[in-house]
């Protein structure tokens, strides 16, 4: 699964890891990250984030 | 002369603020510095500057060593108007001089001042030449803003690090040797508390980034430069311990207000409870401490109680404040306790422990009681 970053502040999204503070489960792929997910660092939408290569 | 020379033809020209007491709801009960550097090369060279207000002193102290209308580069690592606040009279009298600063740094400037300087923008591992000395670019985005990054001048192992390792504290003596290391240390934990906190993972990404540079001064953006090597070392190793959440097990900080004192009474036991385990305790009452200083007593404590009355079915607007800032600067692994006296209805220890739990806190149980703790039975421990 793909990591994204968030190009507002730096943050690197890794499904592998999930985002577990925001009930995120770990092996949550980024295409399904729950509606009004975001950033946890910086409040970005997901519309900011784009794939890491 | 006002400006002081840092290495040759190296200098300090910022300015020093007696009188601000606050900073977007931060307390500063000792004023502050606004730092900005200048570096004599081929390329004259200005890091940053300072608020508007004391853009006039700024300029003096250029003009103490050059004409600022010969400035050839300038180099803006923050967007924040404190930093910000004097570049648009500096590229007024420099209008060709480069603005380097990141992606963000030329979005922000943009907006506040104008969208047509002639912007350089960088990234991580860009470099400049101004000559005998080159500069490298780190950026730290959000610490604290997403438009910050930091400087480094290799040949005098300097890093200009902006906003990170900064304090706010007005002083005769421009270095940490100036003024003394715990005094200096201190007010980089105050700011750290209300400024960087909720930014550990960029911290310690940014430390990572800078691990393998030579760094002999470090030159922040507010309060004194960092040149002792054992006060850097120190200065390092606390960023790295609150920014990779190591707290002290040892360290409970009681924050509380009260209307009648049974809430107080409620904090003081809980205080010796702490005690009786060996287990430091500090009673933050916010009738008399504001809450950005609540947060510097927090920032080590593995421990946060937090207490109130209930008033008209809710907690002490102070609470809420408190509660609302905390939440914000979002410290990582703690245990959280609500604690409260109330009369006929007593929803502020249940608002209190909705806040603790959205700041991810394990919860204790709460210690509430009505009207006087010492006439009925609460709990122990």
């Known amino acids: ?53 | 002369m006002a400006a002081v020379q840092i290495k040759e033809n190296i200098y300090w020209v910022g300015a020093v603020d007696w009188d601000v007491r606050e900073f977007h709801g931060y307390k500063v009960p000792y004023g502050t510095s606004y730092n900005a550097y200048l570096v004599i090369d081929e390329k004259i060279t200005l890091i940053d500057s300072v608020k508007a207000k004391f853009t006039q002193d700024m300029l003096d102290n250029i003009s103490e060593i050059v004409d600022p209308s010969k400035i050839d580069l300038i180099i803006s690592n923050h967007v924040e108007p404190d930093h910000s606040g004097a570049l648009a009279s500096v590229v007024a009298l420099a209008p060709n001089a480069p603005v380097v600063c990141t992606a963000n740094g030329k979005k922000g400037l943009g907006i506040y001042y104008s969208p047509d300087w002639n912007y350089q923008v960088v990234k991580t591992g860009d470099t400049l030449s101004l000559g005998k000395y080159t500069l490298s670019f780190v950026a730290t985005p959000m610490v604290h803003w997403p438009d910050n990054m930091v400087t480094y001048l290799a040949e005098e192992n300097i890093l200009f690090s902006n906003d990170a390792f900064g304090q706010h504290h007005a002083t005769e003596g421009r270095f940490d040797d100036d003024v003394g290391a715990d005094t200096c240390l201190k007010r980089a934990r105050d700011y750290y508390a209300n400024i960087v906190l909720p930014f550990g993972m960029q911290v310690q990404n940014a430390l990572k980034a800078l691990g393998g540079l030579n760094i002999d001064i470090i030159a922040p953006s507010h309060g004194v430069m960092w040149r002792d090597a054992d006060t850097i070392a120190a200065l390092l190793k606390k960023y790295d311990d609150w920014s990779g959440n190591r707290v002290q097990d040892d360290l409970a900080v009681i924050v509380y207000d009260t209307m009648w004192g049974s809430t107080e009474m409620l904090a003081q036991r809980i205080s010796r409870n702490f005690e009786d385990q060996g287990i430091k305790a500090v009673l933050i009452d916010l009738r008399r401490y504001h809450i950005s200083q609540a947060m510097d007593a927090l920032t080590e404590a593995k421990y946060i109680c937090v207490g109130s009355p209930t008033l008209n079915r809710g907690p002490m607007p102070s609470i809420a404040g408190f509660l609302c800032y905390l939440k914000g600067l979002a410290p990582k692994g703690r245990i959280g306790m609500a604690f409260g006296s109330h009369g006929w209805s007593g929803e502020a220890t249940g608002y209190i422990e909705d806040a603790l739990t959205q700041c991810r806190f394990e919860l204790q149980e709460k210690m509430v009681c009505v009207y006087r703790p010492e006439k009925q039975p609460t709990r122990e421990g």
Do not use: N
């Open chain 1, 1 to 53: 699964m793909q990591k994204y970053e968030c190009t507002l502040c730096g943050y690197i999204y890794d499904p592998e890891q999930g985002d577990p503070d925001s009930g995120v489960a770990p092996g949550t792929a980024f295409a399904d990250l729950p509606e009004g997910w975001v950033c946890p660092l910086c409040g970005a939408d997901t519309s900011l984030f784009e794939v890491v290569e």
